[in-house]
């Protein structure tokens, strides 16, 4: 399970370990195989792309599987990448684990920069309870619902709820939660984590209000506690 950046000037997070056993895997399973290998160039300069075997990683395909299966047979060394963070945390990867350690194969996570727990660490909310969301609803008022579902869960429980939001959606999804929950819940707003642009805060939503910042086409992870 091999880490990768959140941001194209975030290659500080990664470290020297996974270099080492990236030279060690014969085939790589990745979400997206263009930006994966010029991640792993720029990482490993020296890395021949053509020594290894390459498989897109495509959520319930029979080929993808197939060809999982067989190098699970072979017991080759497998390198499972997604597109940003850790694969298999709110990325595609989990279900080839799930095969992994159907077949009882040595699983061995890298470790390497997770937006949803660094903004989580940052924040100065409830680290002992939290629980990630994914992607809220697109339908304005299921999403509305939502918020105030997710509020009302985190004022009776102290449950952090974490959740984010397609990058050109994101002003719109301020703009919800700034009009939806009550003035005194706190919101974090992580931007672009482990960026030279990185900027984490957190406010009460009526502080927000007074201060909306432009998130547009820039990635963001959403914190909420009332």
Sequence with gaps: ?????????????????????????????????????????????????????????????????KAFAEALRTRQTIGILSEAGCPGVADPGQELVAMAQGAGALVKPLTGPNSILLALMASGMNGQLFRFNG???????RRIKTLKQLEADSERTGCTHIFIETPYR???????????????TRLCVAVSITSAAEDIRTMTVARWKKSKPELHKIPVIFLLSA
């Excluded at 996974?18 to 991640?39: G, H, I, M, S």
């Excluded at 992607?135 to 008022?141: C, T």
């Excluded at 301020?174 to 003035?183: A, D, M, N, R």
């Design 135 to 141: 992607y809220l609803p697109l339908d304005p008022e």
């Design 1 to 65: 399970m091999i880490p990768t950046i959140l941001a194209d000037d975030g290659y500080q997070a990664i470290p020297a370990q996974v270099a080492e056993c990236v030279k060690k895997c014969d085939v790589f399973f990745t979400e997206n195989l263009r930006t994966t290998r010029r991640y792993l160039k720029k990482l490993m300069p020296d890395i021949v792309i053509d020594d290894h075997h390459w498989q897109e990683i495509q959520k319930g395909d029979a080929d993808m599987r």
């Design 170 to 184: 994101n002003d719109a999804m301020l703009e919800s939660i700034v009009q939806t929950c009550k003035p005194e």
